[in-house]
């Protein structure tokens, strides 16, 4: 074997160690912490910081105010003024149990900020 072919073997077993070297700790490199998720807090059901109770609440709370929040759509205050033949939508009429849902979700805030 000459120096240069020396030279290239040894070069492609530096290469192939290398390779399995990454193969044998890839796992330990290709971790993802996903620091973002901590943050989201859209539904309080999915934070994983909450207790089962805590996160039983919040999703029995979001239920309650996804319904209420379709009630809400279906109850629109409409005028028909005959007379001058227009039609206004003045506003929608508040469901009786959001002022409780308000209410329920203000004391679960207020636990979470005691922890």
């Known amino acids: 074997m000459t120096e240069k072919e020396?030279?290239?073997l040894k070069k492609a077993e530096?290469?192939?160690e290398r390779l399995l070297d990454y193969q044998r700790n890839s796992t330990a490199r290709t971790r993802v912490f996903d620091t973002a998720s901590d943050f989201d807090f859209q539904s309080d059901s999915q934070n994983k910081w909450l207790?089962?109770?805590e996160r039983?609440?919040?999703l029995k709370n979001l239920k309650?105010?996804?319904r209420l929040e379709e009630e809400r759509k279906r109850s629109r205050?409409?005028?028909i003024d005959l007379q001058s033949r227009s039609v206004k939508q003045e506003s929608y009429a508040e469901p009786v149990g959001a002022r409780q849902l308000s209410y329920e979700a203000a004391k679960l805030q207020g636990q979470r900020g005691k922890l």
């Open 77 to 79: 205050v409409i005028s």
């Open 14 to 16: 530096e290469q192939r």
């Open 51 to 53: 207790t089962a109770e």
């Open 6 to 8: 020396m030279l290239a």
């Open 64 to 66: 309650e105010q996804q």
């Open 56 to 58: 039983a609440q919040a």
